[in-house]
């Protein structure tokens, strides 16, 4: 019989818990010669998310659960969840229901009869999210898409059932600076894509503010292409041509009509401008400076405080 672990991350989910174990039990009811393993990951909620999670665990064996000592992110979640699932396919869902449990079954189907390693999923729309952030998405898949090596599936969810040999080859992925939807275009695989209109949240608020998605963006932009390095190279060329051919002009001017003293309001606009662009370029330098720095501390992504399995040792 084939065991599918599905690993959850959850930061202040305590509405989306019960909702969540609801439907998914009723999912595995469905699908014949299939067994569900649970791995609800608490990313330092401040809620009675644990609890719940420890009281389906009493009652339910399939139910596991892992504490972080504080909130480390989904990212580190996902990693966890990844790291301790035991099935031979194993898959990623949301909590709170925007990636249908219906779709399980299709997706088992793909993997075992068609061949395919891992099944991964797309929205069409992006329903229950702001226009502001779906225009951010957009400009940013088109952006990465462009200075990427790998392939960022527009509208890609983290929802995907996987073999086990794909996850183990995440896993060996210690990276601290974590992005995971690069990480699964890096690895490659034979992947089927499925199509939905992903539902609106089920229960709570998304735990996405403005910052932390843009600070995801940057994550993905400087894990996944070095091309901003090269910005401050070809804007400096560029520079020094405009600045050869200004040189010329000022010199023609000053041989034919001698050399009035004027232009201090354009060069204290030049000097703002060429100061900004300047500091601009040691931000983007400082960027991957400072990923590469907490990189090498070696740092663990997650830390634990207290899981189902420790309980039982
Ligand atoms: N999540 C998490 N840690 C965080 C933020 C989010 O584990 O720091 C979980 C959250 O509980 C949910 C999933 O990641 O299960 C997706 O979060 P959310 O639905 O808020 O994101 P959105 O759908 O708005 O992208
Ligand atoms: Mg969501």
């Not at 969540?20 to 569900?36: A, C, L, T």
């Not at 609800?40 to 609890?51: A, P, T, W």
């Not at 699932?85 to 793909?110: F, R």
């Not at 392939?151 to 040999?165: F, N, P, Q, S, T």
Request: glycine share 6%; net charge neutral.
């Amino acid at each position: 019989m084939d065991k599918i672990s599905i690993v959850i991350p959850c930061y202040n989910e305590e509405e989306s818990i019960p909702l969540f174990y609801k439907e998914i039990k009723k999912q595995e009811e469905k699908m014949e010669n299939v067994s569900f393993e649970l791995w609800f990951v608490d990313d330092g909620s401040k809620d009675k998310s644990l609890e719940l999670m420890k009281e389906l665990h009493e009652k339910d064996k399939e139910v596991h659960y892992l504490s972080f000592s504080r909130n480390f992110g989904k990212e580190a979640a996902i990693y966890a969840g990844l790291e301790a699932a035991t099935g031979n396919y194993i898959t990623l869902m949301d909590v709170d229901l925007q990636d249908p449990p219906k779709l399980l079954e299709e997706m088992y189907e793909s993997i075992t009869k068609e061949g395919y390693d891992v099944v991964a999923t797309k929205s069409t729309s992006r329903n229950g999210y702001s226009f502001f952030r779906k225009t951010f998405t957009k400009w940013f898949y088109h952006l990465i898409n462009k200075i990427s090596k790998v392939e960022m599936v527009d509208g890609a969810r983290d929802y995907r059932l996987m073999k086990r040999k794909v996850v183990k080859e995440i896993i060996k992925m210690k990276e601290y600076n974590r992005y995971s939807k690069g990480l699964f275009s890096f690895i490659g695989f034979k992947t089927k894509w499925i199509t939905y209109e992903n539902p609106e949240r089920s229960a709570g608020n998304t735990k996405f503010n403005f910052w932390k998605l843009f600070a995801y963006a940057v994550e993905g932009i400087v894990g996944f292409s070095t091309v901003p390095l090269a910005i401050a190279a070809i804007v400096g060329l560029l520079f020094c041509l405009i600045s050869f051919f200004m040189i010329l002009v000022i010199i023609v001017r000053t041989l034919i009509w001698s050399d009035p003293t004027s232009g201090w309001p354009s060069m204290v606009c030049i000097m703002f401008f060429l100061s900004g662009i300047q500091l601009f370029c040691t931000g983007i330098i400082g960027e991957y400076l400072s990923k590469t720095y907490l990189e090498t501390k070696h740092r663990p992504i997650y830390i634990l405080r207290e899981s189902s399995e420790e309980e039982e040792e």
